[in-house]
T-cell receptor, first 112, second 113 residues
Framework: AQSVAQPEDQVNVAEGNPLTVKCTYS??????LFWYVQYPNRGLQFLLK??????LVKGSYGFEAEFNKSQTSFHLKKPSALVSDSALYFC??????????FGAGTTVTVRA | NAGVTQTPKFRVLKTGQSMTLLCAQD?????MYWYRQDPGMGLRLIHY???????AKGEVPDGYNVSRLKKQNFLLGLESAAPSQTSVYFC????????????FGQGTRLTVV
């Protein structure tokens, strides 16, 4: 069975500092990996995805993620965080049968 | 563009009542999902469908039923609501060609009293 782990419930950073949100996964076959963001009382918005190719994936709003096959990780990063990046972030994995599973989420707070 | 639309947006049910949540997508997507979101639990997959007329169980299917009679609609039913089903429900859709992201609706907040 596939699974996604986000080991940190909360991440707190100062504005302008680098932001990292961690994700590890388990899936049979090739992993299709995604990051989504959720603002209060809203649905999920897509940030970026890894399918194949370069291990560093660039996405929306200056976010990027690094795929590491040996560590089965897909960490989300942003070089310089903004207060407006404060939100709930979800990592997800899709298997060959289109089943899409999410982690428990990480709340990011960026303080001014 | 409407995208993924969920109906209703809010609902309060009494224990034992039944209801159906409707998800409609206008993007001609093949696969659709129903999730529930609870604090600290993330999104848990209830049921999903890879095409019209097909459904499959996710992680937490008990107490729910689904139907996909039309490609654009995915219905989630609660036959006898329980307080444990108080949650925010999200629907999503996506297409199988290539590997694309799923698109989400705005959610349905359901309270069972």
């Amino acid at each position: 069975a596939q699974s996604v782990a986000q080991p940190e419930d909360q991440v707190n950073v100062a504005e302008g500092n680098p932001l990292t949100v961690k994700c590890t996964y388990s899936v049979s076959g090739n992993p299709y990996l995604f990051w989504y963001v959720q603002y209060p009382n809203r649905g999920l918005q897509f940030l970026l995805k890894y399918i194949t190719g370069d291990n560093l994936v660039k996405g929306s709003y200056g976010f990027e993620a690094e795929f590491n096959k040996s560590q089965t990780s897909f960490h989300l990063k942003k070089p310089s965080a903004l207060v407006s990046d404060s939100a709930l972030y979800f990592c997800a994995v899709r298997d060959q049968d289109y089943k899409l599973s999410f982690g428990a989420g990480t709340t990011v707070t960026v303080r001014a | 563009n409407a995208g993924v639309t969920q109906t209703p947006k809010f609902r309060v049910l009494k224990t034992g009542q039944s209801m159906t949540l409707l998800c409609a997508q206008d993007m001609n997507h093949e696969y659709m999902y129903w999730y529930r979101q609870d604090p600290g639990m993330g999104l848990r997959l209830i049921h999903y469908s890879v095409g019209e007329g097909t459904t499959a169980k996710g992680e937490v299917p008990d107490g729910y039923n689904v139907s996909r009679l039309k490609k654009q609609n995915f219905l989630l039913g609660l036959e006898s609501a329980a307080p444990s089903q108080t949650s925010v429900y999200f629907c999503a859709s996506g297409r199988p060609t290539g590997v694309t992201e799923a698109f989400f609706g705005q959610g349905t907040r359901l309270t069972v009293v």
